[in-house]
């Protein structure tokens, strides 16, 4: 067997470089242990180099390695390590095949809306996040979006992030990419989560319309346009928009920031609505208009984002007909449901036992049972019912953080039943 030597970055086999900058350059390598893939950013300190840019530099390091670690969401690239040898530093990341959104920044090559739509929700969702966490992005731009092959939302290089427990090692002065800065971004002002929220907006006004919303030949001009013109709203570029999105997108890219959106909450629940109405304009139903509809239901007040997502992704969404009895008593089963909208009937040798509404299961006690049981009674659409089909054998193969979070919901429920139970047994006698 032929062996090839392969080059090294530490302990990391290199198999190719998939990406260069500046000041960086990206290699995909395996893990040795594990056998995954991981992206390496090799961060490229210019000897030459100034001392206020080597320190810009390295403050930019600094900020992303310390993140190693401690960022773990299904829309952020994950950090696993970050190494300082001798003569290189370098990021150890979760490799994710696919694009940034610049690939889809342009009039010719835009994503449909309702795609737009869902990946600012996932962003939404992510920045909310590290906001909570104490991070603040500073670079969101189509650039620093990766769309994987598979359609996956990640936010990525947080270099010129600023935390707020470390703002002696982590704040820097003038970062950012011009065309997406907020006005108090350009002024050097004190920043928020707010300004990434500005940048988000700016990012949906370029995914929407191909066009960014301020544009000019020298950096003094745009700065000017940043901080006193108004924008083209996007439905004036794109008449096709929903008034909805435009509207969204302007309050998120208003220049005071008391105008603007004041929590990445109020930003999620004003998109939101947004999802409704592009189903009426006949768009399919999209992942984030279910994590919404979901994380509204008490049921899953145990489900972190992480869980709600897995938890998503591992049931499929149905609408059904009146009079469709989706259980029936003494068939064999092996999936479960969720109830979104509209009643159903279980009842039992014909007599109704109970009514269930929306932000129920039922037929889960298959899940808890180790192979495919016969079902004890039979569950009935009243009316035009959503649902999402679970299998048993898929949610026993999930996460233990989503399994954990769907027992302890099943629990709750099975007490409020035996409540239930015990009432009406008391009333009969």
């Known amino acids: 067997m032929k062996f090839e030597i ?7 086999p290199v198999l190719r470089e998939i990406g260069s900058g500046a000041t960086s350059r990206v290699y995909l390598a395996r893990e040795p242990l594990t056998e995954r893939e991981v992206a390496i950013k090799v961060f490229l300190f210019d000897k030459h180099a100034d001392a206020q840019q080597e320190r810009m530099m390295h403050k930019a390091f600094v900020a992303e390695a310390s993140l190693a670690g401690k960022l773990n969401h299904p829309h952020i690239v994950e950090i696993f390590d970050a190494v300082v040898e001798p003569d290189r530093s370098y990021l150890v990341m979760e490799y994710v095949p696919g694009t940034t959104l610049e690939a889809h920044a342009d009039v010719a ?10 990946i600012i929700f996932k962003c939404i969702r992510a920045l909310e ?35 707020q427990k470390m703002q002696d090692t982590t704040q820097i002065s003038g970062v950012g990419s011009p065309a997406y800065m907020s006005p108090e971004q350009v002024r050097m002002e004190p920043l928020t989560h707010q300004t990434d929220i500005y940048s988000l907006g700016v990012t949906m006004y370029r995914l929407l319309t191909g066009r960014l919303p301020f544009t000019a030949s020298t950096q003094p001009a745009l700065t000017y346009a940043i901080l006193n013109t108004e924008a083209q709203r996007p439905a004036k570029l794109r008449p096709e928009l929903p008034g909805l999105l435009d509207a969204i997108v302007m309050k998120a890219m208003e220049k005071d920031p008391a105008a603007r959106y004041p929590s990445w909450l109020e930003f999620g629940k004003d998109l939101s ?20 509809k979901l994380r509204d239901f ?8 992480v869980a709600l997502w897995e938890f998503i992704r591992i049931g499929t969404w149905k609408t059904i007909a009146p009079q469709t009895s989706l259980i029936r008593e003494g068939e064999t089963g092996d999936n479960f449901y969720f109830l979104t909208e509209g009643e159903v009937d279980v009842t039992l040798f014909g007599k109704l036992l109970a009514t269930v509404q929306p932000g129920r299961c039922f037929g889960e006690l298959l899940y808890f049972a180790n192979s495919a049981q016969r ?23 999930a996460t233990d953080a989503c399994q954990s979070a769907f027992n302890k919901a099943c629990m709750r429920v099975l007490i409020e039943r035996l409540v239930y139970s015990n009432q009406r047994l008391a009333e009969a006698a």
Request: charged fraction near 20%; charge should be neutral; avoid cysteine.
């Open 109 to 118: 090559t835009l994503l449909p809306v309702s795609k737009v739509v869902e």
């Open 129 to 163: 996040y590290a906001h909570r966490h104490g991070v603040i992005h500073r670079d969101i731009k189509p650039g620093n979006v990766l769309l994987s092959a598979a359609g996956e939302t990640k936010v990525s290089d947080f270099g010129a992030s600023f935390q």
């Open 298 to 305: 008490p049921f899953f007040a145990d489900f972190n984002d």
């Open 273 to 292: 609505q947004a999802f409704g109405s592009l189903r009426l304009a006949g768009g399919s139903i999209s992942d984030s208009e279910k994590f919404t």
């Open 375 to 397: 079902r004890t009674t039979t569950v009935t659409a009243r009316s035009q019912i959503t649902v999402m089909e679970v299998k048993a054998d898929a949610m026993r193969a």
């Open 6 to 12: 392969q080059e090294h970055i530490g302990k990391y």
